[in-house]
């Protein structure tokens, strides 16, 4: 397979080149957008207890629904409301239903807060789903114009909050955010491509040629996302476009430090692209195999955000690879030399390369730098045990958006809890309810600790269900509200149920409880499903079952001591109260599987160079000197594109970044540089076993020489 692919892309690179940009061009244009969702009970499925309680809100109560978008009226200049701003409330309300606008179904005022700095406006349009999400995106705005517009000239003015509203700030931030991510990460490629190679060639060539990619797997997420009917979290085309630059200028790197190094031993530049293609395709293909495998697994998760997430990055390191093995080598091989003009560096190798002097001083002393390493990782790694989940997806928002300034002024007016209230819902399972025992239930309910207030009981149409809204102590996204309703509230709701009937709970505080639920199962599939596929693709390639363990418990060391390294960085230092709940399932994927990608390139060299012949101890030191450029230039451009994320403004985004980037970091400068090397020359050629333990090729170079890669290439 490889040797046809080799003789397609050095016979015929221009045809290569033209399938990329048509394909490009065409699924482009064919793509539908990326269908996205702030809304958490969107990503649980159907058996859990908040999305149940929804469903049987709808059906027992269909004119109660939660309003699509609240309005918080105040006055410019902050002091109490009057009886004359009532009534411009009242006349704007007026006004904003004469205009019937699209999908606008009603509009009415609530009375003010009993403080009198705020006053609400609720709108009611249609439930969203997935076919009306980006309609109802549309139809709010000329809502929220014509709002403001009311209210100008008369000392008040009005914010919006509410899912409608929340889910058009985050489509809003993210258009912005997109392009400022994708200048940052092109910036940061550009220059960093520019000191280590010195030249613009090299550093156009991953901006070019994975902006063709991007396009390709931007199109075909949106696609496999629309097919399967899931809606992905909005930060998902950020995440996409660090992913595709990031690990794209990777497989680049790994091509083009290969190709270097077999001019620099004498080959002309079809064979030096032909060994290129040869060696390195083999571990870019693992690589790859290893990151896709480990995004598939997220298709494993109960969240749809996961489910979605994890095949449209799979798809992206895809084509990325495909690219890293077709598109790539094809244009290197009609550019030759020229990739690298106008600098002669490639000719030469610096005698004075760092290194080199490294790679001798791991293979002198394998042990200490094993146990210097692995004591980093693991000091790094203890925070880990205080870290805490955060479900406000309001803190993807940036800052001084409209619905992040509404919901703190409403705050500000009302006790928290009361304006998102966890619903109770108690169903009769033979018959309509007793009015005896449901009234005192809801006293029993009150007597509930961290419960504040209780309203209601209210009764369906049929009398066979009853609903009481618990106002809690806490704000409903916080971390002391979903563990209270997860733990003693959900217990002693259910324990002092009304005989006969059955309790549901329901709002945004189940859904987080439930959502944290949900995690807990998916750390144990999916990260032990992850683990095992990658430690059985290691075995099948190094013909080993020694090297993936060890190779697997440093990238375990790696992830825990990144998710340490965040704790501190969120918790402590930034003050969050807890790490996004994306957070440790996408640190997982990405440290472990690139962790496994750097691994990969490192060993692959070590088990080269022993079977040429050489001793552990010289082969630790070659696989370094060589193998430690391309990992470490490879590991400083992805952490930096990760790290881009934290220019979005968005403090999700921000940790999200900031995490993966660090961890990155980690694994290229400390697990792979110094671990791995370190701990196979330790083991020596145990470390192949049962493999390639005997097997030993004859000393000598370990490029082949020009013969062979003339032939290959013919």
């Known amino acids: 397979m490889l040797v046809r692919t080799v003789r397609l892309v050095i016979g015929k690179p221009w045809l290569v080149i033209a399938f990329w940009l048509v394909a490009a061009f065409v699924i482009a244009g064919l793509a539908p ?26 059906k027992a109560f269909p004119n109660q629904q939660k309003p699509s978008a609240v309005g918080v009226v105040q006055r410019t200049d902050g002091a109490p409301l009057t009886s004359e701003d009532d009534s411009t409330v009242a006349a704007m309300v007026t006004a904003l239903k004469a205009r019937q606008l699209h999908l606008v179904e009603d509009v009415t005022a609530a009375p003010p807060a009993p403080n009198k700095l705020v006053q609400l406006v609720q709108v009611q349009m249609p439930e969203r789903t997935n076919d009306n999400a980006k309609e109802l995106r549309k139809a709010f705005k000329p809502l929220r114009d014509a709002a403001q517009t009311q209210l100008n000239g008369t000392g008040l003015k009005i914010n919006f909050t509410g899912s409608l509203p929340v889910s058009v700030d985050l489509d809003e931030s ?23 190679f010195r030249s613009p060639v090299v550093a156009l060539l991953p901006v070019v040629l994975i902006t063709i990619v991007y396009l390709i797997a931007n199109g075909l997420t949106a696609m496999a996302a629309q097919g399967l009917g899931l809606v992905t979290d909005p930060s998902l085309s950020q995440i996409l476009i660090v992913v595709l630059f990031g690990i794209g200028t990777d497989y680049i790197l790994f091509l083009l430090f290969r190709f270097r190094e077999g001019l620099r031993a004498g080959l002309d530049p079809t064979a030096a692209i032909t060994a290129a293609i040869q060696r390195v395709g083999v571990a870019i293909a693992s690589a790859a195999g290893v990151v896709i495998v480990a995004m598939l697994a997220m298709a494993l998760s109960d969240l749809a955000m996961f489910r979605a ?53 791991v293979s002198r002393r394998p042990a200490l730098f094993a146990a210097l390493s692995a004591l980093v990782l693991i000091g790094l790694a203890i925070p880990g045990l205080s870290a805490k989940h ?20 409403l705050q500000r007016s009302y006790p928290l809890g009361t304006t998102d209230p966890t619903f109770v819902f108690v169903r009769s399972t033979s018959g309509p309810l007793q009015q005896d025992p449901v009234l005192a239930y809801g006293k029993t309910l009150s007597d509930i600790d961290g419960v504040a207030q209780v309203n209601g009981p209210q009764l369906s149409p049929d009398k066979t269900t009853a609903l009481f809204a618990l106002a809690l102590e806490w704000d409903p996204n916080s971390i002391e509200a979903e563990r209270a309703v997860a733990g003693p509230i959900r217990q002693a709701v259910g324990r002092s149920a009304p005989a006969g009937t059955e309790i549901l709970l329901g709002g945004t505080t189940p859904q987080n409880a439930d959502l944290g639920t949900a995690l807990k199962r998916d750390y144990k599939v999916v990260f032990t499903v ?50 996004p709940f994306i957070l440790p399932m996408l640190v997982y994927m990405f440290v472990v599987a690139v962790g496994t990608d750097y691994n990969i390139l490192m060993v692959a060299r070590l088990r080269e160079e022993m ?67 370190s701990l196979t020359v330790l083991l020596g050629r145990r470390a ?27």
């Open 33 to 58: 957008p990326l269908p996205t969702s702030a809304s958490q009970s969107d990503f649980l499925p159907a058996h859990y207890g908040a999305v149940k309680a929804l469903d049987l809100q709808k």
């Open 174 to 196: 993210s258009s912005r955010a997109d392009a400022l991510v994708m200048l940052a990460t092109l910036s940061l490629i550009f220059i960093l491509l520019i000191l280590i």
């Open 309 to 361: 997430m994890g095949p449209g990055l799979a798809i992206s390191v895809a084509i990325t690879a495909l690219a890293g093995l077709t598109l790539v080598p094809a244009t290197v091989s009609l550019l030759k030399t020229r990739v690298f003009w106008p600098s002669k560096s490639w000719r030469h190798e610096s005698p004075t390369a760092r290194f080199g002097t490294l790679g001798a001083a």
């Open 390 to 409: 955060s479900f406000d997806l309001t803190g993807a928002l940036p800052s001084g958006t409209d619905s992040q300034i509404a919901s703190r002024d």
């Open 530 to 579: 992850a683990a095992i596929v990658i430690m059985l693709i290691l075995g099948l390639m190094l013909t080993s079952v020694v090297a993936p363990v060890y190779l697997m418990i440093a990238v375990g060391l790696g992830f825990l001591a990144t998710l340490g390294a965040t704790v501190v960085g969120v918790q402590q230092v930034r003050g969050e109260p807890g790490l």
């Open 611 to 677: 079977k040429a012949g050489r001793t552990p101890r010289e082969a630790g030191a070659i696989a370094v000197h060589r193998a430690g450029p391309t990992i470490g230039a490879a590991g400083v451009i992805l952490a930096g594109s990760f790290a881009a994320l934290m220019l979005a403004n968005n403090e999700m985004l921000a940790s999200i970044g900031f995490a993966v980037g660090f961890g990155i970091f980690l694994t290229a400068f400390v697990m792979a540089m110094f671990l791995t090397p």
């Open 688 to 714: 192949w076993w049962p493999g390639h333990r005997a097997s030993v090729d004859q000393p000598g170079s370990t490029v082949p020489d020009d013969t062979e890669q003339v032939e290959v290439a013919r």
